[in-house]
């Protein structure tokens, strides 16, 4: 039985849903020390000025906070502002119109945690992809092994592709808006 441990990640990239894919159990690990300017509250999508990285502002924290600890920040709209970016970038895709009644609920809502806030993400995007594995918090401080899995050629074209080329490492979103259904079989 293979285990993967995961830090926690805001709309997680197509490498992390990959490596999700190669494992049969899968825990977030909640209890290290919180590290800025990382994918736990970090994702990048491909507009039409190229990358955007999106980042959902956390609450002031103090150093060696754990990550279960740490709460959004809503003293600014970031969630307008998201949207508004990932329905400009992907508007135009394929499938995200499928799709955005899915995500619409998370820019909307406001989940006082980060890691509960990503947590339900995930579960809605294993869902949709159909990815029935257990995901669960980490009991206790576990080390996390998504190193050892490299990412494969995906096999989808992107919308801004042919002005950036193909742009890896971006949220599964744009896998989703790209490739609707078929979106599973480019992770294997």
């Excluded at 990285?53 to 970031?78: D, F, G, R």
Aim: aromatic share 16%.
């Amino acid at each position: 039985m293979s285990k993967l441990i995961l830090p926690t990640a805001y709309f997680p990239s197509i490498e992390y849903i990959q490596a999700i894919v190669q494992a049969e159990t899968i825990e977030i690990e909640v209890h290290e020390s919180f590290p800025k300017q990382t994918f736990r509250n970090r994702t990048r999508i491909l507009s039409a000025n190229g990358i955007l990285p999106l980042t959902v502002p956390v609450c002031q924290y103090a150093n060696h906070e754990i990550t279960k600890n740490i709460k959004i920040s809503y003293h600014e709209n970031w969630q307008k502002k998201h949207w508004a970016a990932i329905l400009s970038a992907y508007n135009r895709s394929p499938f995200f119109e499928f799709f955005k009644d899915y995500f619409v609920g998370f820019y909307e809502k406001k989940t006082p945690f980060l890691v509960d806030y990503n947590q339900e993400m995930l579960e809605r995007i294993l869902g949709i992809l159909k990815i029935l594995k257990p995901v669960s918090f980490a009991e206790d401080f576990q080390k996390n092994n998504m190193a050892c899995f490299e990412s494969k050629p995906y096999g989808y074209t992107q919308v801004f592709e042919s002005k950036y080329g193909f742009t890896p490492s971006l949220s599964v979103l744009d896998l989703l808006s790209n490739k609707g259904n078929y979106a599973k079989e480019c992770l294997y």
